[in-house]
């Protein structure tokens, strides 16, 4: 028999036993077998040891760019694990206005291109607009992770998905998009690839939108954003327009309930936008407002006592300023009281009324109402008026500034006024943030409910017997003031036939509760207006229909004869019977009888 052997660096004691780290046998006496199966352990024990090392060095490898690594890719990465960064912009009935949808984005690892020229004519031939010299350079920079393109659609994925080049990969990814797309892109605004905002809410509210996933909900009522938006862009047409912009406002709330700013523009397409499209006329835009402003005339005529209503003025012969004079653009041919000055929108009587109480209690009355400082709201674009310093607020600014010239204003900082003078004196705070149910409005009063019920019948009396009779929508009690404004041309002169033509309308005028203001740069009369361009002839009427189109959708339905007569009546019976007086002969009989 053979006697076993026995390794000299294991224990004597212990046979040589075949196992993971026993040596072959060599001896002669060894067969094939044992011989073969020893050599296949030896290699197997190798190729183990390598297998771990490449574990530990691709360890390493991920470690290194976890804390190291290409930018791009680790956003991703985070973007991936957390889910949508940026948080959904609707409007107040939840109506999605902005909102990121995930995508992908293609990246190469120039490392692992095989043939970097083949790879370029791949790719191009998927994605034909990707500059050439610019895609050779990537696919030869060296580097791990070079993004080639964001957001690639589904089909561009596929197709680049197909080519099958090594070291292209797809790294997840998010793109922010505008489902209502022009409908309100000056409040929306957008933002740039990497989901930063760059105008409108999306840029105001930038923090607010990445910190906190909740949707953010806006004033906007999308449904009236869009018929506001029909309504000016026909009437834009209509009028050989340049632009036009507009406003809805709950009066007890300020908020802003549409928002619209002509010519607009395609947020998901933001960079194709002309910078007249992107301009916001509401809001940026400063103007002079024209015969709007004589609501805030009237209204602190009478409210410091330094008019009446039947106080009379003469309103025939024009007011001169220097070497300049007031007139009126339709002569009535006869002294006006204040009733009749407010009503057929005289400057030449507005300006005597400033007269009595001078530029010093006017600039103060303006101050107060939040006309002289830049307007607040939760955008960036935000223009500051052009108002004269108390020190050169002189007699020109004193009688010009009563009927809406010298003195530059944008529309939120207009319609916020309006709105405190017909809300009894209270102030209305604009916004463009969805108030919350137990929002309590300001109990301070810049004039007195009296006075604020005079001028909501005046204004009712511009609709039914002045200057915006076209106002005067069907079953609801609208008041309003019509406003023509000449343009100012680049060497401080006022332009000839350059106009603003706008309407502010308030509804219902007894109590109002909604404001609607619009206006249009420089519109050009047609037949039906006869030639007139001004704002009773081509945005009264506008306004006439957004009033009907929105009504209902606030709740409000049209009122029956009976009942307009009826509250035709609560609306005139603080102006008194003498104010009858002032009517033209044809009106007369109408009046009477909706008056007390």
Not at 355 to 367: D, E, L, N, T, V
């Amino acid at each position: 028999m053979t006697t076993g052997r026995f390794s000299s660096w294991g224990d004597p004691s212990q046979p040589n036993l075949p196992g993971l780290f026993s040596f072959p046998k060599r001896h002669r006496l060894s067969t094939p077998s044992e011989q073969a199966l020893g050599i296949a352990r030896i290699r197997l024990n190798f190729i183990f040891v390598i297998f771990a090392f490449a574990w530990l060095l691709i360890g390493a490898r991920l470690a290194y760019l976890t804390l190291n690594g290409e930018p791009n890719a680790r956003a991703a990465q985070s973007k991936d694990e957390a889910g949508a960064a940026r948080a959904d912009i609707v409007d107040r009935n939840g109506t999605v206005l902005a909102t990121s949808l995930p995508t992908t984005s293609l990246c190469v690892n120039s490392k692992a291109i095989i043939d970097a020229d083949e790879a370029s004519r791949k790719l191009r031939s998927v994605l034909p607009d990707l500059n050439a010299q610019k895609l050779d350079e990537d696919l030869k920079s060296g580097k791990h992770c070079t993004i080639i393109r964001r957001h690639l659609s589904p089909r561009q994925n596929y197709e680049v998905n197909r080519l099958g080049i090594a070291g292209v990969e797809f790294l997840p990814d998010e793109r922010r998009v505008y489902p209502a797309a022009n409908a309100a892109a000056h409040v929306v605004g957008y933002s740039d690839i990497d989901n930063n905002g760059l105008s409108g809410i999306e840029m105001s509210m930038d923090k607010r939108l990445t910190d906190n996933p909740e949707p953010l909900r806006l004033s906007l009522d999308i449904r009236i954003q869009s018929v506001l938006r029909s309504e000016l862009t026909a009437t834009m047409d209509e009028f050989g327009a340049k632009g036009g912009a507009g406003i809805v406002m709950d009066l007890r709330t300020g908020e802003l309930l549409a928002l619209v700013s002509l010519p607009d523009f395609d947020p998901n397409h933001a960079g194709a936008a002309s910078d007249e499209q992107r301009f916001n006329r509401i809001t940026l835009g400063v103007y002079e407002m024209g015969s709007t402003f004589k609501i805030f005339n009237t209204a602190y005529a009478l409210d410091s006592g330094s008019s009446r209503l039947t106080d009379t003025f003469d309103t025939v012969h024009p007011l001169a300023i220097g070497r300049f004079s007031i007139r009126d653009f339709d002569k009535e041919g006869r002294n006006l009281n204040v009733a009749e000055i407010f009503t057929h929108s005289s400057n030449i009587g507005s300006a005597r009324m400033a007269q009595k109480f001078g530029g010093a209690k006017q600039r103060a009355f303006f101050s107060r109402l939040g006309l002289t400082e830049k307007a607040t709201l939760e955008l960036p674009e935000i223009g500051a008026p052009l108002v004269p310093l108390a020190k050169d607020w002189g007699e020109a600014t004193t009688l010009t500034t009563s009927f809406g010239q010298g003195i530059a204003v944008n529309a939120i900082q207009l319609v916020s006024a309006v709105g405190t003078i017909v809300n009894d004196g209270h102030p209305v705070q604009p916004t463009l943030l969805k108030r919350d149910d137990g929002y309590e409005p300001d109990i301070d009063t810049v004039i007195s409910p009296h006075t604020s019920a005079l001028i909501r019948g005046l204004m009712r009396l511009v609709v039914t017997h002045g200057t915006a009779k076209k106002a005067d929508a069907e079953g609801y009690l609208v008041g309003g003031k019509t406003g023509t404004a000449q343009k100012t041309s680049g060497k401080k002169r006022y332009a000839e036939n350059e106009r603003l033509s706008s309407f502010l309308g308030i509804f219902p005028a007894n109590a109002p509760r909604y404001l609607v203001f619009a206006v249009l740069d420089n519109p050009k009369g047609n037949a039906k207006t006869y030639g007139f361009a001004t704002g009773g002839w081509v945005v009264a009427p506008a306004v006439n229909s957004v009033i009907s189109q929105i009504a209902p959708l606030l709740g409000i339905p049209p009122l029956t004869k009976e009942e307009l007569q009826i509250t035709e009546r609560q609306i005139l019976k603080p102006l008194g019977s003498t104010v009858i007086d002032g009517v033209p002969a044809e009106d007369a009989a109408s009046l009477a009888a909706a008056a007390p």
